[in-house]
């Protein structure tokens, strides 16, 4: 019999995953701009600041994510299988993203490199998020009166 996970036994509020969905909204947003909105830098561009960027973004998704686990009433390996699956889906969220720009946004286009980079990110927060918020559970014990 497959074991169910109730967040709210697991205390994690949903307020917790307030942060993540503002920022997964926040690259949704900026992954929609046109082509022709993007400001021409050809500084940035000899450097691959792009890449960089990419990398930040989505890393954030798994970091703001991975966060709302910090204090769940569940043990280590619970959280780290939480965590896989969010950079997991991150990866996925950031080729859909390339996709979405190939077929729906004037003048963006697919670009497999920043996929990579997306990935890349994600992965990055991943292991930041092990020590941060991957602790096992403590339980508070109140003193009866």
């Known amino acids: 019999m497959a074991k169910q996970l109730n967040f709210s036994l697991a205390g994690i509020k949903g307020k917790n995953f307030i942060p993540g969905i503002a920022w997964f909204l926040f690259v949704l947003m900026l992954v929609c701009i046109p082509g022709e909105d993007l400001p021409a830098t050809p500084y940035l561009d000899m450097i691959s600041f792009d ?15 991975c966060m709302a686990f910090k204090k ?4 280590r390996q619970e959280k780290l299988v939480f965590f ?35 990935s890349l990110g994600a992965v990055v927060a991943f292991f930041v998020c092990i020590p941060l918020f991957a602790k096992n559970y403590k339980h508070r014990f109140v003193a009866e009166k």
């Not at 769940?72 to 043990?75: L, M, R, S, V, Y």
């Open 72 to 75: 769940a009433e569940i043990g």
């Open 84 to 118: 896989i699956k969010i950079t997991l889906a991150t990866c996925v969220w950031g080729i859909t993203t390339e996709l979405i720009q190939r077929f729906f946004i004037p003048g963006r286009q697919f670009d497999m490199f920043d996929w990579a980079a997306d």
């Open 51 to 65: 890449k960089f960027v990419h990398a930040v973004l989505f890393g954030g998704i798994v970091f703001f994510f």
